[in-house]
C-alpha cells in the first residue's frame, strides 16, 4: 500500500458519516424540543435579506430541491448545525418559532413578492400573526416537504466539523475569510468569541485603523485583532516556506482558542497598551507612509506588520508615561520608508508568505528600547 493510500485510509477512519432525507416538520419539532442548535449568534454575521429569504421559502412551496444540510451529533445527541444555518433560520423564523441567543421569540417572517409566486407579498405563516397567511393545505404540504441531512457522528474526530463547517463556508462563499473564522469560533470557543469582538471595538485601537465603512462590515477589523495575537509573538519559522497566511491566521486562531493556557485578560492588556501608546505617538497616522514630511495614503498592511506587531513583541518595556520611548515609535516611522529592507519586503508586489519572514524581525529589532 502506497503512503497516500495509507493517509487516506488512516483519515477515513477518523470521519463517520450517515445521512438520510427527513422532513421540514421533523426537522420543526428537533428545534422546538431542543435537540438542534442552530447558532443564533451568526445571525450577526451572515447576511440574507428579505428576498433571499422569500425565495428560499418560494423554493419548498414550489418543490425545488435544497442543498444538503450538515449537522454534527454531539455527545448528548443533539446535533450542531455546520452548514445550512441560514436556511433553517429562515424557515423557523418564517413559522414564528425561531429564538435569539437570548431565548427571546423573535417576530415572524413576513414574506414578499418572488418571480414566481407574487402572491407571497406580505404572507405569513398562520392566522396567529396575520389574516395573509398560507392555506391550511400550503402549510401541510411545506412541512411534509424533505430534506437531505448529512451528519457527522460523534465518533468522528472532534476537529471534523470544523474542518467540514470552514470548508464548506470557504469556496464559493460570500463570507470573507474572518466573518467564516468568527462563525468557527463561536462553535469552538464562544468566550474568546466574545473577547475579541470586545478587544476591536476598543477606543485606541478602532482610532488608529481609518478603515472603510465596507472593510468593517466584513470584519477586517476583528481580524487585524487576530493578526496581532497570532503573530505578535510567534517563532519566525513557524512563517517560513511560503505558508498561506489566511489558513495560518485560521489555524492559529484554533489552537489559542483550544489553549486552555492561553491567558485572555493578559493578552487582552497587552493589546491595549499597545494601542493606547500607538495612538498618543501616532494617531490614525500609525500605519500610514510618512513621506516629504507627513503621512499620506491608507492603512499600510506591512507598517502595522512593522510597528503594530514590532510595539507588541517588545510592549513590557515600554512606559506609557515616558516621553522618549513615545518619540522612538515616531522616530522609527517616519524613517520607515528610508530602510530599503522594508521597501524591497512591502509593498503591492510583496505576498505576506514572502514578507513576513522579513518584515516580523525587522519590526521587533527595530521598536526594542
Known sequence: MSTLDSQVEEKRKEIHTDAYPMSIGEVINLYTDGDLDIHPEFQRIYRWNEVQKSRLIESILLGI????????????????????????????????????????????????????????????????????????????????????????????????????????????????????????????????????????????????????????????????????????????????????????ITKRMREIAADSNFDMAAEGEKLRKTFRILNTALGENAFKKYQGGRYLGAFSLSIFEVIGLGLGFNIDSYSETNPSHLVKIREVSEGLLDNPEFVRNSGSGARASSRLPHILPMGREMLSL
Not at 112 to 141: H, I, V
Not at 145 to 153: P, T, Y
Not at 183 to 207: G, H, P, Q, R
Open 65 to 248: 430541491p435544497l442543498p444538503s444540510f450538515f449537522v454534527a451529533q454531539q455527545e448528548n445527541g443533539v446535533w450542531d448545525v455546520v452548514d445550512g444555518l441560514q436556511r433553517l433560520s429562515t424557515i423557523f423564523s418564517f413559522l414564528g418559532i425561531y429564538k435569539n441567543e437570548d431565548g427571546d421569540l423573535q417576530p415572524p417572517l413576513r414574506l414578499t413578492a418572488t418571480e414566481y409566486l407574487p402572491e407571497l407579498e406580505g404572507k405569513y405563516w398562520s392566522d396567529d400573526f396575520n389574516n395573509n397567511c398560507l392555506s391550511k393545505e400550503l402549510q401541510r404540504s411545506f412541512k411534509r416537504e424533505k430534506i437531505d441531512l448529512k451528519i457527522i457522528k460523534k465518533e468522528s474526530d472532534e476537529h471534523t466539523k470544523y474542518e467540514l463547517f470552514q470548508r464548506l463556508n470557504t469556496f464559493g462563499s460570500s463570507l470573507s475569510d474572518q466573518e467564516v473564522r468568527n462563525c468557527l469560533l463561536i462553535m469552538i470557543n464562544k468566550t474568546m468569541y466574545d473577547w475579541l469582538n470586545v478587544l476591536a471595538e476598543d477606543e485606541n485601537f478602532s482610532n488608529v485603523f481609518p478603515l472603510t465603512n465596507k472593510q468593517k462590515d466584513e470584519q477586517y477589523h476583528t481580524e487585524l485583532v487576530l493578526r496581532f495575537l497570532s503573530l505578535k509573538d510567534v517563532p519566525i519559522e513557524r512563517v517560513r516556506g511560503g505558508i498561506d497566511i489566511g489558513e495560518f
